[in-house]
């Protein structure tokens, strides 16, 4: 074999190695996933999913993801919604993603948060039943909107908003446990570079995931009641426009304990009348 043979050789396998690891290094995004199967790509063990999700956008604008762990993401797989394109999430980024799909919706609980959120929403409802009395979330937030727009009209937002009843009584309505650990609620004005920056990643240069900023990996919980059913109404919009999208990423939403007792509490019986106890 020539010298020219080997180095064009040389070329051909460099290129398919630097190929092939931009495939392994990329967030993959599957969109549109039925709804009958939605509920496998967010939920973990110790919670089972009553019925069949009710969905409210484009299917375009939802699915599920993996190859998480290769980006800045901060876990490896999940449930997708985007208030454009979720299959852009897979970036790289650079370009802006801006999908429009020219629908306006309010949801109460999302213009509570920000007045203007109404713009190409993606609201998806599930009814839960966790065995266990502690659920925990992990998500993160991304939007196109970062760095420039942040502190205008283009406020776009999620909310996660629960209801169902409460352990110490009463119930949740719409609460939403979509906020930081100072309890404030997650949107572009919330979390940037001079709000709340601790909780802000800059991702403008970053080739394996869209979104030009996001959050760091959010952690709140939810105190439950064992069996007991839970409505949990995910929703994400634009505010003030149809462009420059926004997204969020959900990992695994599972039980943080068990209901189970491993050292059970006995009583005896005795002569007067006890029949004896177990308490687990």
């Known amino acids: 074999m020539s010298i020219q043979s080997i180095k064009a050789f040389l070329l051909i396998a460099l290129a398919l190695i630097v190929s092939q690891s931009k495939v392994l290094s990329q967030l993959i995004v599957t969109p549109g996933v039925p709804a009958a199967n939605l509920a496998g790509s967010a939920f973990g063990n110790g919670i089972?999913?009553?019925?069949?999700?009710?969905?409210?956008?484009?299917?375009?604008?939802?699915?599920?993801?993996?190859?998480?762990?290769?980006?800045?993401l901060g876990f490896?797989?999940?449930?997708?919604?985007?208030?454009?394109?979720?299959?852009?999430?897979?970036?790289?980024?650079?370009?802006?993603?801006?999908?429009?799909?020219?629908?306006?919706?309010?949801?109460?609980?999302?213009?509570?948060?920000?007045?203007?959120?109404?713009?190409?929403?993606?609201?998806?409802?599930?009814?839960i039943v966790p065995q266990c009395n502690t659920l925990a979330l992990r998500f993160v937030?991304?939007?196109?909107?970062?760095?420039?727009?942040?502190?205008?009209?283009?406020?776009?937002?999620?909310?996660?908003?629960?209801?169902?009843?409460?352990?110490?009584?009463?119930?949740?309505?719409?609460?939403?446990?979509?906020?930081?650990?100072n309890g404030t609620p997650v949107s572009i004005n919330n979390v940037n570079a001079t709000s709340n920056p601790n909780f802000y990643v800059n991702n403008s240069n970053n080739g394996y995931i869209k979104y030009d900023g996001l959050t760091t990996v959010l952690l709140p919980v939810i105190d439950v009641i064992p069996c007991e059913v839970y409505t949990f109404k995910l929703a994400i919009a634009d505010a003030g426009d149809f462009i420059y999208d926004s997204a969020i990423f959900i990992d695994f939403i599972s039980c943080s304990n068990s209901v189970a007792a491993t050292n059970p509490?006995?009583?005896?019986?005795?002569?007067?009348?006890?029949?004896?106890?177990i308490e687990l």
Request: aromatic share 10%; hydrophobic share 30%; glycine share 14%.
């Open 48 to 72: 089972t999913v009553a019925g069949i999700p009710e969905i409210n956008c484009n299917s375009a604008q939802y699915g599920s993801f993996t190859n998480g762990l290769t980006t800045v």
């Open 141 to 181: 937030f991304g939007s196109e909107e970062y760095p420039e727009f942040v502190g205008g009209n283009f406020n776009d937002v999620f909310g996660f908003f629960v209801s169902g009843p409460t352990p110490g009584g009463g119930s949740y309505t719409n609460l939403n446990v979509a906020q930081l650990p």
């Open 265 to 277: 509490v006995i009583t005896p019986a005795t002569c007067n009348d006890s029949s004896g106890s």
């Open 76 to 127: 490896n797989s999940g449930l997708v919604m985007s208030t454009g394109s979720a299959a852009a999430a897979a970036g790289p980024s650079g370009q802006n993603a801006s999908t429009s799909y020219g629908i306006s919706y309010t949801d109460p609980e999302l213009t509570a948060i920000s007045p203007g959120a109404t713009r190409d929403a993606c609201i998806i409802t599930i009814n």
